[in-house]
């Protein structure tokens, strides 16, 4: 049986809004001089990190919940693998659609 390039798709983005911040304060933090307190520059970029997860999470998490609900369809319809995949990428989906509409409700990051 085929996997759901669906299924997959939905769940690599569900990801994207953790893996994308890591990598680029990962590359901040590696391409620094040396003379430079790495404590304070993660201490300032912590800030940033959660606001890029904030603002990222809702316009790849749609998607992707949009493409998760497709794919459980197409999934069920063709007798597809790939169902774990499709319910584990709704669940992060959600999970970030929901801290995005709370910090909303709070002002957003920046109140």
């Known amino acids: 049986m085929q996997k759901s390039k669906l299924a997959i798709v939905c769940f690599v983005l569900s990801l994207l809004p953790i893996v994308i911040p890591i990598l680029l304060l990962s590359w901040t933090i590696i391409t620094m001089p ?48 790939g169902k774990g995949f499709a319910i584990a990428g709704l669940i992060i989906s959600t999970i970030f659609v929901i801290i995005f509409l709370l910090m909303l409700l709070q002002g957003g990051p920046y109140a």
């Open 34 to 81: 040396g003379d430079i307190n790495i404590r304070a520059i993660t201490g300032g970029f912590s800030y940033i990190f959660f606001s890029i997860i904030l603002y990222m999470s809702f316009w790849f998490t749609v998607p992707s919940i949009i493409l998760g609900v497709v794919s459980l369809v197409k999934i069920k319809k063709n007798k597809l693998k």
